[in-house]
């Protein structure tokens, strides 16, 4: 079987600087991905030529078994749905979390014309999933940052993406909602008709037990991926971000620390 998602070779260069070089990375079906990596590691480029948004200057991304730049670009485009700050930004803000999460279908902002009974029906069944039901009518000025999330990951549900990016998903939350958030994600992840989850964050206390999978980049290349378990260490994260860095585990969750040397008092 083919695997959701493969990157081969990809490099990125727009006149003398390359931005991606050489990334290779497989993605297989039933798997969720975190993406980590410091300011500049590459992570906001390669989301860009994930969704179709920023053309690879060599190399290939198949998306379940189609090339980008040989399948028609547009429709790949609709199955890989992303929630981020920029999308978050462009919303209207009298439109009710219901159009909100209709306009998905359509990737328009700021939903006009008659809602059909269909989208209608659809779009309620999204906002029960993303436990956003009683949040239907109420307009995005009102909404809180974490129910924004909520609302935009079922905007991007609606074209029924196999792939969903969430990237930085958490940034502006106070502690107890992302709390929340991520435990909302980890039942999503859950789901048995789930699309494939891949987060992008600089924060491994986000990490929820659902995501499997790690990758890690560092100036514009692949640092290590593969099993949460074998590439998430100390040593990996202090090589991506330039400082001894110490993991601490509990339970389930993960804590990062920065190593450093006490000083005599002068």
């Not at 003398?16 to 990334?23: E, F, G, H, M, Q």
């Not at 028609?72 to 909100?100: C, F, H, N």
């Not at 029960?128 to 549900?157: D, F, K, M, N, Y």
């Not at 039942?187 to 990758?215: C, D, K, W, Y």
Request: net charge positive.
């Amino acid at each position: 079987m083919k695997p959701i998602l493969e990157v081969s070779s990809l490099r990125i260069q727009r006149k003398d600087t390359v931005i991606l070089n050489d990334v290779n990375w497989r993605v297989e079906r039933g798997e969720h991905w975190m993406i980590l990596g410091a300011n500049g590691s590459g992570k906001t480029s390669l989301l860009s030529a994930l969704t179709g948004y920023l053309m690879p200057t060599a190399g290939d991304i198949f998306l379940l078994g189609k090339n980008y730049g040989h399948a028609d670009w547009r429709d790949l485009r609709k199955k890989v749905g992303i929630v981020s700050s920029s999308v978050r930004q462009m919303m209207a803000d009298g439109e009710p979390a219901l159009d909100t999460v209709v306009s998905g279908k359509y990737a328009m902002i700021d939903l006009w014309g008659k809602v059909s009974l269909a989208d209608h029906t659809r779009a309620l069944k999204i906002l029960r999933a993303t436990e956003c039901l009683h949040l239907a009518g109420r307009p995005w000025q009102v909404l809180s940052q974490g129910e924004r999330q909520r609302v935009l990951i079922g905007r991007a549900l609606m074209a029924r993406p196999r792939v969903l990016i969430l990237d930085e998903p958490c940034a502006g939350l106070d502690p107890a909602a992302r709390e929340h958030f991520l435990q909302f994600l980890q039942r999503l992840g859950r789901n048995q008709n789930a699309p494939t989850l891949v987060f992008v964050t600089h924060h491994v206390e986000e990490i929820m037990p659902v995501f499997s999978q790690v990758l890690i980049l560092k100036s514009g290349k692949v640092l290590v991926a593969g099993p949460k378990a074998t590439v998430l260490n100390a040593k990996n994260l202090s090589m991506a971000f330039g400082s001894k860095i110490q993991l601490l585990k509990s339970g389930n969750h993960y804590m990062s620390k920065i190593a450093t040397k006490a000083r005599g008092i002068m």
